[in-house]
Structure formats: C-alpha cells, structure tokens
C-alpha cells in the first residue's frame, strides 16, 4: 500500500510540474518573464523557510562554511537564475512541448560532461544517445524557423547547459551528505531567486499584477514548487531510482497533452513521433545507467 501510495504521489508530482509549463505560457501573456520567474521562487522560498525552522534545520545554514556558500551559490545560479530564466523566457516564443523536449536531453548531457571527466557511457547509452538525437531531428524537422523561435532555441540551448551543469554540481554537493536536501534547495533556490528577481525588476520593471495574476504565481510557488518538492522527496523513500526515473520521464508526454489541451498547441504527427522517440531514448538511457 506504501508503495502504491509513493507511486501515486511522485504521479501527481510530475503533472503538477508539467501543468507549470501551461501556467508560465498563461502568465507570460501579461507578466515579463524575468520577474515571473522570480516571483515564483522568491515566493517559494519564503515559503519553504518555515518548513526549515520546524525540522530545525535553520542551525544548519548558520555552520555553512563561505565554500559551501559558494557551492550553493553556484547551484542557485545554474538551476535557477539560468535554467529558469531561459525557461521563462524561451516559453514567450516556444510551446512548451519544445522547452520541455529541450530540458530532456539534461541526463545525456550530463553523462558526456562526466565522459569528459573521465566516467564511461555504455555502447546501450550509446544507442539511447542516438535515438534521442533522431527523435529531435524528426520533432524540428527540414523547415525553416522565425528568427524569434531560433532565439528561444538559443535561450534554451543555455538553459540545458545551466541545467546540465547544476546537475553536475548538484550531484557533488548531494553525494557528501553533509547536508539535507531541504537545506540545500532553500539556500540555492534563495540566491537564485535573487537574481532573477533583481536582474528582472531591473531590466523589465513589475507591472500592476490583477488577482488572477497573482494566484497563477502563487499557485507556481506554493503548490508547483514547495509542496511539489516536499512530496516528491517523501516518495524517493519509497521508490527505487528507475520508478522515479520512469514516472518523471512521462512529463514530455505530459506536457505536450496540457499543451495540446490548454494552449491549443497542436503537434503533426512527425512531431508526436519525435517526441516519443525523444522519450524513449531518455528511458533508455537512464535505465541503462542503473543496470
């Protein structure tokens, strides 16, 4: 019943986070994407901070060395001010089953950079390196793009980097175990939110949000973002890595039906069967990784 309960659970999770991509589309139709982006996770800080001080966690962040702050800091630029950032900003010209085939690619990226460090890939990560690259070719297809579209991929294209590299650190700062998750993504998630809020009230100003407005960003923050991430870190007690591996990789189905669905972003069926080969060279990447 436990485990049925967790799979049920991280399922919900992953359409809450894939809902975020029709609610950022919705939202970015009056809010610059910038501020958007950090309204959401200053706001989600602010309410992730009493769930620190309940769980007397809040010692924790006094002990931080300024090497762990820096490694936070470092977290909190690449997963947030970047990842996000671009995320925002490509979703004002991009669908969102395009942001979200593009961030897919984070684990296949992340095992070259770790290649490079010297790990290896497996001849069946090979294969799953090359049915991914496929299905994005069939998704884009031999056409031409407006120049606003190809800016949102060049967006993207540094957003999967930023990804891919706060994954990298990520995994370093997470294997020591030196300290709990919750610490270390409401230190991140804080500096990163920052940013983007600073770099967007700056650059694009806060315009008079209407209460629709303000309940699209406190829906992102509260329920997308802090519950979604405290129930998705219950449910890895329960699940194996391949059963959230697989639960979490059904967002790039997930996505592409919202969007269909909510944003009238409608896919031929070249794109559908690019979109599923994506898929499935990720599943078989990352079950390849842990057999």
């Not at 961030?103 to 490079?116: D, E, F, G, K, M």
């Not at 460090?117 to 884009?140: C, D, H, K, M, N």
């Amino acid at each position: 019943m436990e485990l049925l309960r967790a799979r049920l659970e991280a399922l919900l999770v992953t359409v809450l986070w894939s809902s975020s991509y029709v609610l950022i589309a919705i939202g970015l139709e009056t809010i610059p994407s910038l501020t958007f982006a950090g309204l959401r996770y200053g706001l989600a800080t602010l309410v992730l901070v009493p769930l620190l001080l309940v769980r007397g966690r809040h010692h924790e962040i006094r002990r931080l060395s300024a090497r762990e702050w820096g490694r936070f800091a470092l977290l909190g630029v690449l997963l947030y001010a970047l990842t996000q950032g671009a995320q925002f900003a490509a979703l004002v010209v991009l669908r969102a089953a395009t942001v979200s085939l593009v961030l897919s690619a984070t684990p296949l990226l992340v095992a070259l950079s770790a290649r490079a460090l010297g790990e290896s890939i497996t001849p069946r990560q090979w294969v799953a390196i090359g049915l991914v690259t496929a299905g994005a070719v069939a998704y884009f297809g031999p056409r031409t793009l407006p120049n606003a579209q190809v800016v949102g991929l060049a967006i993207m294209a540094i957003g999967l980097l930023a990804n891919a590299g706060g994954a990298l650190v990520g995994r370093a700062v997470n294997a020591s175990r030196a300290h709990p998750p919750l610490v270390v993504t409401v230190c991140s998630m804080a500096i990163g939110a920052a940013l983007l809020l600073a770099t967007g009230l700056a650059v694009q100003g806060l315009p008079a949000l209407a209460p629709v407005e303000w309940a699209i960003v406190a829906w992102l923050a509260v329920v997308n973002t802090a519950f979604a991430f405290t129930l998705w870190n219950r449910t890895l007690r329960e699940l194996s890595a391949t059963e959230a591996s697989l639960i979490n990789n059904t967002m790039l189905v997930q996505v592409a039906l919202l969007g269909w669905l909510a944003l009238d972003e409608s896919l031929v069926g070249i794109e559908v069967a690019g979109l599923l080969i994506v898929l499935a060279g990720t599943l078989l990447f990352q079950l390849a990784e842990q057999y």
